[in-house]
C-alpha cells in the first residue's frame, strides 16, 4: 500500500458514525471535527472517487449547521456594530455534531465559507441542491459577518481580518452564487482584500501582520479565485518560498511559535499544487518527496515537523503542555492526497 492509498485508508478510519472526521485520533485537542479541515478532507476523497464518504460529511455539516439555526436567525437581526467573534458560529464540533462547552476560540469564520466551497465541488448537484435552505442561512450569515475581526484559519490573533480567513469565505460564496442562482458579495470581499490586504505586489497575512502566510497559496489553489497569470499570486508564492520554504517543507508564518515553527504537511501539499498549476512541476515533485520522507513507518503523517525551527525554544514548551505532535493529522493526508492525485494525473 502506497501513501497515497495509506492517506485514503487513513482518512476512512477516523470518520465517524455521524458522517464527521477527527481532526487527529491521538491528540486531545484535536479529537474534535472542524468545518475547515473536514470540508478540505471531504473534498480530497471526492476527488479519488470515496463519494460515500465525502457525501457523509456534507450531511453532517448541514444538520450541524441547521441545528444553529436560531443562532444565526438572532445573529442576522443584530446590528453589525454589536457583532464580535464571541458571537460567531462555534469552528469545532463534538463528533456527534454538539456543541463543544469549552473555551477554545471559536470565533473563526474560514471553516463556513470552506465548507460552502466544498459542497460547490460536489458532484451530485440532486443532493447539493437539495441542502438550499441550510445553504442560503449560511450564506446570509457569511455576508453579515465577513467584515466582523476573528481568529485566523490557525485559530489565533482574535483581532484582526486575516485573507485566508477572507479568501475561504469568498471561495464560499462564489460556489452558493452558482447554487443558489443569486448574486451574492464574493466580489465585494475580494475588492476588500485588494485595496486592504496588499502590499508591494502581493498578499499579505492580515491587518495586524504584513508578512505572508502559507495559506495565502489558497488564493490560487485550490480556490482558484485568482489565475496563475495574476502578479499577485505569483509575487505571493515568491515570497512564501522566500521566507517560509525551507527544504521543501513551508512553514506557516515567520512568527509562528506552535511547537517551534515547524514545517507543515498541508501547507506543503498546497504549495505543490500551486506549482504543479504553474507548470514547475519539478518543484511539486520535490515536495512531494518531502512529505513521502517524513510518513511515519506505519504511514501516517503529522501535522508539522519540528525540522528547522523558527523558535527552537518553544518546541519543548508546547511538548510539556501537549505531548507530541499530532499524528496523524488527517488534513495534512487529505492535501497530501490531492498533490499525489495532481501529479499522477500528469504521467
Not at 453532517?60 to 445573529?75: F, V, Y
Not at 453589525?80 to 473555551?103: E, Q, V
Not at 485566523?152 to 442562482?181: F, M, N, P, Q, R
Amino acid at each position: 500500500m502506497n501513501l497515497l492509498e495509506r492517506s485514503v485508508a487513513i482518512i476512512k478510519e477516523n470518520q465517524s458514525s455521524h458522517g464527521s472526521y477527527v481532526a487527529s485520533p491521538n491528540f486531545s485537542q484535536y479529537s474534535y471535527s472542524w468545518f475547515r479541515d473536514g470540508a478540505f478532507i471531504a473534498d480530497a476523497m471526492n476527488l479519488v472517487g470515496e463519494r460515500e464518504s465525502a457525501m457523509s460529511f456534507l450531511e453532517w455539516g448541514i444538520r450541524t449547521i441547521a441545528a444553529q439555526r436560531t443562532s444565526i436567525e438572532k445573529l442576522l437581526l443584530m446590528d453589525l456594530k454589536d457583532i464580535t467573534h464571541r458571537d460567531l458560529l462555534p469552528t469545532r464540533y463534538l463528533l456527534n455534531g454538539r456543541l463543544a462547552l469549552d473555551n477554545w476560540p471559536n470565533g473563526q469564520s474560514d471553516g463556513y465559507g470552506t465548507f460552502l466551497w466544498a459542497l460547490g465541488n460536489f458532484p451530485d448537484i440532486d443532493f447539493v441542491r437539495g441542502q438550499r435552505s441550510t445553504i442560503e442561512l449560511i450564506t446570509e450569515y457569511l455576508e453579515k459577518i465577513w467584515q466582523i475581526r476573528c481568529f485566523d484559519v490557525w485559530e489565533e490573533y482574535a483581532d484582526g481580518l486575516h485573507t485566508s480567513t477572507l479568501l475561504s469565505i469568498a471561495a464560499g460564496l462564489k460556489a452558493s452564487e452558482s447554487l443558489l442562482e443569486r448574486t451574492t458579495l464574493w466580489r465585494e470581499i475580494i475588492d476588500f482584500i485588494l485595496r486592504n490586504l496588499t502590499i508591494n505586489g502581493r498578499f499579505i497575512k492580515s491587518t495586524l501582520n504584513r508578512g505572508v502566510d502559507g495559506s495565502l497559496c489558497w488564493a490560487f489553489y485550490p480556490f482558484n479565485l485568482f489565475g496563475k497569470e495574476e502578479p499577485l499570486v505569483i509575487n505571493t508564492l515568491t515570497e512564501i518560498e522566500r521566507v517560509l520554504l525551507f527544504e521543501g517543507g513551508s512553514k506557516r508564518y515567520e512568527l509562528d511559535t506552535y511547537f517551534g515553527g515547524g514545517s507543515w504537511i498541508l501547507l506543503s501539499a498546497y504549495l505543490g499544487q500551486c506549482y504543479l498549476g504553474m507548470d514547475q512541476r519539478e518543484k511539486a515533485l520535490s515536495i512531494k518527496a518531502w512529505i513521502e520522507r517524513h510518513a511515519k513507518p506505519n504511514g501516517e503523517l503529522p501535522e508539522q515537523v519540528p525540522e528547522h525551527l523558527l523558535k527552537d525554544n518553544m518546541y519543548r514548551p508546547w511538548i510539556d503542555k501537549w505531548g507530541e505532535i499530532a499524528c496523524p493529522l488527517l488534513w495534512s493526508h487529505a492535501a497530501y492526497v490531492t498533490l499525489a492525485v495532481g501529479l499522477a494525473g500528469l504521467e
